[in-house]
């Protein structure tokens, strides 16, 4: 398959074929050799603990093709130990780090054709996936286990690109609960938001907010993205126990710090949202998503940013791209060259 650059400057945030995937199977409480397919396809057990109970988990990250045409990838470590993390959290075995390097270089060499070209603005995603095959009737976890990659090429996660959305609170659904799951990439979390994130979608919004589903009185995130603020020269983003810890907000964070910002990973009270001078959300998929607007309408607010992209969103997220892009170079280790 080969496209034309007009093409991949068109593509959206969705999924297109490639040549491969490569799997992986936990059976006998060990984990076999990473293969390699041509399928789409996966052959379950119907009875499957992935379809039935939830041991889904996912991952999310991406790979840049540079000007000097190198191949990049953003800090794929993170989201292995992210990915452990949650395999923790639902009791599924963790991926040794030799698999999901082995994993990830083999399917993207084998789909180099699919990496998008520099100055197209598109990248290629990679989807890390790891469930539970073993079949269970009651409520247990499984004793088998699939561990695969997927590929896509992508464009922008909102057909608009970097331009400012507006955002709905959600206060009639919790996402995650507070002692919950929602620190762990899960499908469940993902469920749980869909009526929510598509009503919002309907009403005109972007994105849904969800708020901690305790007292209702800080932000939590966005349903596909964690929520930060500027204000008096420091970027502030929620800490929670019920949000997912972004490597993208992490490494905001970082940029931020550098660049002279003050950082405060705190508790975020509503109220808070009437002193931000800008406001975003943020995550593999948009990088950033500068927000113009965020409606509360049950509280009758609604607060805004403007309709441009304030100045420290345009200045992070340039320079988080021409790391991941390779135009800067990469001083902080994120840069895997394949
Ligand atoms: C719920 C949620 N929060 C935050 C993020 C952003 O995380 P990351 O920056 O690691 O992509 C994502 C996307 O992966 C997400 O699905």
């Given amino acids: 398959m ?34 390699i397919s041509s399928s789409e396809n996966i052959i379950m057990h119907i009875s499957a603990t992935a379809l039935h109970y939830g041991q889904e988990i996912f991952e999310g990250l991406k790979a840049f093709r540079g000007q000097d045409g190198k191949i990049r990838i953003f800090r794929w470590q993170n989201n292995w130990e992210r990915m452990n993390f949650s395999a923790r959290g639902i009791l599924v ?12 270089t083999k399917v993207i060499t084998l789909n180099k054709e699919f990496i998008p070209p520099y100055g197209t603005g598109a990248s290629l995603y990679i989807r890390p996936l790891l469930i539970g095959t073993g079949a269970k009737l009651g409520v247990a976890p499984a004793d088998e286990f699939l561990f695969m990659i997927f590929v896509s090429p992508v ?50 919004f972007k994105m849904a907010l969800y708020l901690d589903a305790k007292e209702k009185k800080y932000i939590d995130e966005c349903g596909p993205a964690n929520f930060f603020g500027i204000k008096n020269n420091t970027y ?74 304030g100045e420290w969103s345009v200045k992070l997220y340039r320079k988080l791209q021409s790391i991941q892009f390779g135009d800067e170079s990469d001083k902080y280790g994120w840069i895997t060259e394949l």
């Fill in 236 to 309: 502030i983003t929620p800490d929670s126990s019920s949000i997912l810890q972004s490597i993208t907000n992490m490494s905001l964070r970082t940029l931020a710090k550098e660049a002279g910002l003050k950082v405060e990973q705190r508790k975020m009270p509503v109220e808070e949202l009437s002193e931000l001078e800008e406001a975003g959300a943020c995550g593999t998929a948009a990088v950033i998503t500068p927000i113009k607007s965020i409606h509360d309408k049950e509280q009758g607010k609604i607060y805004t940013y403007g309709n441009e992209p």
């Fill in 2 to 35: 080969k496209m034309i650059p007009e093409e991949w400057s068109k593509l959206s945030f969705a999924y297109y074929p490639t040549n491969y995937n490569v799997r992986c199977y936990y059976r006998d409480g060990k984990w076999g050799n990473v293969e």
């Fill in 155 to 204: 464009g922008p996660y909102f057909p608009t690109g970097f331009k400012c959305v507006d955002v709905k609170i959600e206060r009639n659904v919790d996402r995650a609960a507070t002692l919950g799951t929602g620190q762990f990439k899960i499908g469940g979390n993902y469920a749980a938001s869909l009526v929510s994130g598509r009503q919002a979608y309907d009403e005109g």
């Fill in 93 to 104: 075995p963790e991926v040794p780090k030799e698999i999901f390097e082995d994993s990830i």
